[in-house]
């Protein structure tokens, strides 16, 4: 089945509200057509990126979101304060929400449930560390955080879902999965995915994240179960962004 490729740019802690401007418009200047993009600034940026890019193609998102509406919860950003900002795309149980701050399946799967109702498009991340994989354990990994982050939902609730397998051994390291290791992980979460969803899973987009770089992006995304890609640290510079998006058309 055909499905459009999504290249999302998870900017983290990096850029200011000038800087990240700056960096989206020419991003968004250069998304091919035949593929979705966005990116992920920091919470004090997406209102001015997204006013920067108004009336392109290039989608804005948040890296978190509460589950919470409102209430006392110093600090936290709730999905509806992200959607008034601008934002359309949440990235929900990142590895470094998981390994810094305590992120479970249990409180992404909150956290899914409040992006959803505010219609915003979740990118919900699940991987294996190292050990994990070295340990044989990589499929009882994923489907531990597929069924836990999804719990409660089915195919009617998660139409416009997206999944980012990210290895932890491969983000940030310069390492990569090859492209045999990922289609493998991938075609395992599609095959959990269909046992909660149904049909709906071959619809659904699974995008491939840790360490994409221009040089690599090609060869990952011709396989057959890799719909896009989460960038980190390449996203942060135009020319090796665009050249992913690029690599995606």
Known sequence: ????????????????????????????????????????????SIASVAQAVSGSRLKVGGQDCHWEE????????????????????????????????????????????????????????????????????????????LTGGLAGLSAEHLPTLVIAYEPVWAIGTGRTATSAQAQEAHAFIRSVLRGIVGDLADRLRIQYGGSVKPDNARELLAQPDVDGALVGGASLKPADFNAILAAAA
């Open 70 to 145: 409102k209430g006392a919860f110093t600090g936290a950003v709730s999905a509806g304060q992200l959607k008034d900002a601008g934002a359309t795309v949440v990235i929900l149980g990142h590895s470094e929400r998981r390994q810094l701050f305590g992120e479970t399946d249990a409180t992404v799967n909150r956290k899914l449930k409040a992006v959803l109702g505010h219609g915003l498009i979740p990118i919900v991340c699940v991987g294996e560390t190292l050990a994990e994989r070295d340990a044989g354990r990589l499929q009882d990994v994923l489907r531990t955080q």
């Open 1 to 44: 089945m055909s499905r459009t490729k999504f290249i999302a740019g998870n900017w983290k802690l990096h850029l200011t509200r000038a800087e990240g401007s700056a960096l989206a418009s020419a991003v968004a200047a250069a998304v091919p057509a035949g593929v979705d993009a966005a990116v992920c600034p920091g919470f004090l």
